[in-house]
């Protein structure tokens, strides 16, 4: 997950791991693999109410433009658009026979991408300024700490003002050569902001990882254990709106030292997605923290892969994220308490307007 491109090529490594399960005949039947992959999702996907999508009508739909001759091509392209309503980033079908590798992805369109061609360059146009921006205000230069990715970024980027300190989380993995689940970067960070009137956490972007490191992090900003979100699953046998509690995730104080008490506000934007949902699932509700910018995007089980009896690849997450109020937001993402949405125009003119905002909310509090 990693920035954008290495979002990408995780989900490659991905695929790559699951060539080595255990060799099974191959059946080619359109029919058959149509059946198996509409019946994955019919069993355990747990968001169709919520994505307003009715997978009956699909299989309606759908069912009657295949049979037996049907060619590979079109029964990948009728896959692909049966779930293509389901915007989940989650969501992954690959044929890995074809050099190179043929893959639908049916993410929700964002904002952001909807004015770029939403890659990396684009993604570090974004960054630049935000980066002025924070000069601008009286930040010092940026610092980096922490694990070291594929492409040179670091797990931390780190500032601070005269009143406040700013701190960018490039993901929710750890990088090579990062602490690991110790998170021992961020207690460095926190150490060095001293007693700041404010914290900015900047999760923009935020590719997602593991549930660990979210709950690392927001272990730094709670003084007792509470809850911090709960997880569901569909009811073996049961209907698409029948689920059972799987388990409930305690959040812990963690580190050094946690800032209880330090006004907080995360910037998220619709590229803040998975474990970087959860993150913003798990910190929305706490006292000292707003959010401020785009709603997360709203996927935040992770990939599950299964394997089609024609050898393709697709994933089919099977569980609901809620907060600890019990609040679910799968494909409406984490609300912001302040909407803020950065222009095409704005980042021409190095202006971060979510900073901006930012800044002045945490000069209230």
């Known amino acids: 997950m990693r920035t954008l491109l290495l979002g990408v090529f995780t989900c490659l490594n991905i695929f790559v791991l699951h060539q080595v399960v255990a060799q099974r005949p191959v059946n080619k039947d359109p029919v058959v693999n149509f059946r198996t992959f509409w019946q994955s999702y019919h069993d355990s996907y747990p968001t169709f109410d919520m994505k307003q999508v009715d997978w009956q009508q699909q299989f309606a739909r759908y069912a009657p433009l295949l049979d037996s001759t049907t060619s590979p091509e079109r029964l990948f392209s009728i896959l692909s658009e049966m779930i293509r309503p389901l915007q989940d980033a989650h969501v992954r079908l690959a044929d890995r026979s074809l ?18 061609q939403f890659n990396r360059d684009s993604v570090q146009t974004y960054w630049q300024a935000t980066d002025s921006t924070l000069a601008k205000q009286g930040f010092e230069p940026l610092k980096a700490i922490g694990g070291i990715y594929e492409d040179g970024s670091r797990q931390f980027y780190y500032a601070q003002s005269a009143y406040y300190g700013y701190i960018r989380i490039s993901d929710c993995t750890f990088g090579k050569g990062g602490s690991g689940p110790k998170l021992s970067e961020l207690d460095t960070i926190l150490s060095y902001f001293g007693t700041v009137k404010g914290l900015l956490i900047d999760i923009r972007f935020n590719k997602g990882g593991g549930d660990r490191f979210a709950f690392g992090v927001a272990g730094r ?145």
């Open 221 to 365: 900003f709670v003084e007792k254990g509470r809850v911090g979100s709960y997880r569901y699953r569909r009811r073996k046998g049961g209907g698409y709106k029948d689920f059972v509690k799987l388990t409930t995730f305690r959040l812990r104080p963690k580190g050094r030292q946690q800032f209880t008490q330090t006004p907080i506000v995360l910037l998220t934007n619709d590229r803040t997605v998975s474990a970087g949902d959860e993150l913003a699932l798990i910190m929305h509700t706490l006292p000292q923290v707003r959010l401020i910018g785009e709603n997360t995007e709203g996927s935040f089980d992770s990939f599950r892969f299964r394997q089609l009896p024609n050898g393709w690849f697709y994933s089919v997450p099977q569980k609901r994220f809620h907060d600890s109020a019990n609040q679910c937001y799968e494909g409406v993402g984490v609300p912001v308490d302040v909407r803020v949405l950065v222009s095409k125009a704005d980042l021409q003119q190095h202006d971060d307007q979510v900073i901006k905002q930012a800044l002045e909310d945490l000069s209230t509090r």
């Open 99 to 116: 050099k190179p590798p043929k893959f639908f992805w049916p993410r929700k369109p964002s904002i952001y991408s909807n004015q770029f």
